[in-house]
Antibody, heavy 119, light 106 residues
Framework: EVHLVESGGGLVQPGGSLRLSCAAS????????MTWVRQAPGKGLECVAN????????FYVDSVKGRFTISRDNAKNSLYLQMNSLRAEDTAVYYC????????????WGQGTLVSVSS | SYELTQPPSVSVSPGQTASITCSGD??????VSWYQQKPGQSPVVVIYQDTERPSGIPERFSGSNSGNTATLTISGTQAMDEADYYC?????????FGTGTKVTVL
């Protein structure tokens, strides 16, 4: 069974940094593109970043370019999101998800980790 | 930037059909997925690649995509289908979600 577990969320001041982790199990992690999706309180879903199987290709939503970095360690079956220069509008639940098939649908999701940016 | 527009809410009586639209420029040229999210839970894919239904998703969920509009249809809607629904497509390898639709089963 596919299992994704996010960690690393918490309260951080504006301008601060945080590193999220996503531990994957139940599948061959290195075979899949992976993505981070966030959801601000009471709001909709937003794709933040995604990374190719070997990490050689990465894509970001415009609002986080230059501030967030997605990475992965296939030996540890883990996906990461380094978040710098955090802003109040980055406050959200952050989910990691697996991208499946040729159409890249998100077939498995973690439970999410909450990031709160506030002074 | 690319936008996907959904109606904020749809109401349906139990046993009836609910249709949720998702509009975007030339959306029919892209693959669309649909996600169901219940309060306090992570999203779950109910339709992918426009019309495909993952294993475990009831047959009452179906999808279509043509022109500028994709549609998620729930036939014989049940109380358990009450949730938020989001369409999603990829634009230049960046994911775009629709604005979301709250389905209420009255």
């Amino acid at each position: 069974e596919v299992h994704l577990v996010e960690s690393g969320g918490g309260l951080v001041q504006p301008g601060g940094s945080l590193r999220l982790s996503c531990a994957a199990s139940g599948f061959t992690f290195s075979f899949y593109w992976m993505t981070w999706v966030r959801q601000a309180p009471g709001k909709g879903l937003e794709c933040v970043a995604n990374a190719k199987q070997d990490g050689s290709e990465k894509f970001y939503v415009d609002s986080v370019k230059g501030r967030f970095t997605i990475s992965r360690d296939n030996a540890k079956n883990s996906l990461y999101l380094q978040m710098n220069s955090l802003r109040a509008e980055d406050t959200a639940v952050y989910y990691c998800a697996r991208l499946a098939g040729s159409s890249w649908y998100m077939d498995s999701w973690g439970q999410g980790t909450l990031v709160s940016v506030s002074s | 930037s690319y936008e996907l527009t959904q109606p904020p809410s749809v109401s349906v009586s139990p046993g009836q059909t609910a249709s949720i639209t998702c509009s975007g420029d030339k959306l029919g040229d892209k693959f669309v997925s649909w996600y169901q999210q219940k309060p306090g839970q992570s999203p779950v894919v109910v339709i992918y690649q426009d019309t495909e239904r993952p294993s475990g998703i009831p047959e009452r969920f179906s999808g279509s995509n043509s022109g500028n509009t994709a549609t998620l249809t729930i036939s014989g809607t049940q109380a358990m289908d009450e949730a938020d629904y989001y369409c999603q497509a990829w634009v230049s390898s960046t994911g775009v979600f629709g604005t979301g639709t709250k389905v209420t089963v009255l």
